[in-house]
């Protein structure tokens, strides 16, 4: 599937796809949703509005100044953070939900592991899973891709 517009991406991955229109031109949201919605039609396919949302991306300078129009179907939600294959994304595009969500997930493996190791599991055994759980959590989407 391409965008109708070319100054807009379309990203697919797995059963999600990704509809991402620059600011400057929110005026055609409609006509790409409405795209969107044909092309699933043809290929037996349904969007489901219920399940997609809307996220707006701001600059520092612009925000709370403009208002966005009403999302293109009723049944859109406009929220403030996404999940995007695992990352979570803020409407002021920082880390610090990611991290803090990151974060909580690390400790409760800490957890996991303390009681493991009440328990008796060898320690080559907790840094074996150590390394699949906690530092795998934490190299996702950090190590650069060449």
Same mark, same amino acid.
């Given at each position: 599937?391409?965008?109708?517009?070319?100054?807009?991406? /379309? /990203?697919?991955?797995?059963d999600?796809?990704?509809? =991402? =229109?620059?600011?400057?031109?929110?005026? #055609?949201? &409609? &006509?790409?949703?409405?795209?969107?919605?044909?092309?699933?039609? #043809?290929?037996?396919?349904?969007?489901? %509005? $219920?399940?997609?949302h809307? #996220?707006?991306?701001?600059?520092? +300078?612009? +925000?709370?100044?403009?208002?966005?129009?009403?999302?293109? %179907?009723? &049944? =859109?939600? +406009? @929220?403030?953070?996404?999940? /995007?294959?695992?990352?979570d994304?803020?409407?002021?595009?920082? $880390?610090a939900?990611?991290?803090?969500?990151?974060? $909580?997930? %690390?400790s409760?493996?800490?957890y996991?592991?303390? @009681?493991?190791?009440?328990?008796?599991?060898?320690?080559?055994?907790?840094? &074996?899973?150590f390394q699949?759980?906690? =530092?795998?959590?934490l190299?996702? %989407?950090?190590?650069?891709?060449?």
């Amino acid at each position: 599937m391409w965008p109708r517009h070319a100054a807009n991406h /379309i /990203i697919k991955s797995a059963d999600d796809t990704y509809l =991402i =229109i620059p600011g400057t031109h929110s005026y #055609i949201r &409609d &006509d790409e949703v409405s795209h969107v919605k044909a092309w699933a039609t #043809i290929n037996n396919l349904q969007l489901n %509005c $219920a399940k997609s949302h809307e #996220i707006v991306f701001r600059s520092r +300078r612009l +925000r709370g100044k403009s208002e966005q129009p009403e999302p293109p %179907c009723p &049944d =859109i939600e +406009r @929220v403030d953070k996404l999940t /995007i294959l695992g990352v979570d994304v803020n409407s002021n595009l920082t $880390a610090a939900d990611h991290v803090s969500n990151l974060l $909580a997930s %690390c400790s409760s493996l800490l957890y996991a592991l303390r @009681v493991l190791r009440s328990h008796g599991l060898p320690d080559q055994s907790l840094k &074996d899973v150590f390394q699949a759980t906690v =530092i795998g959590k934490l190299m996702y %989407c950090g190590e650069e891709h060449r």
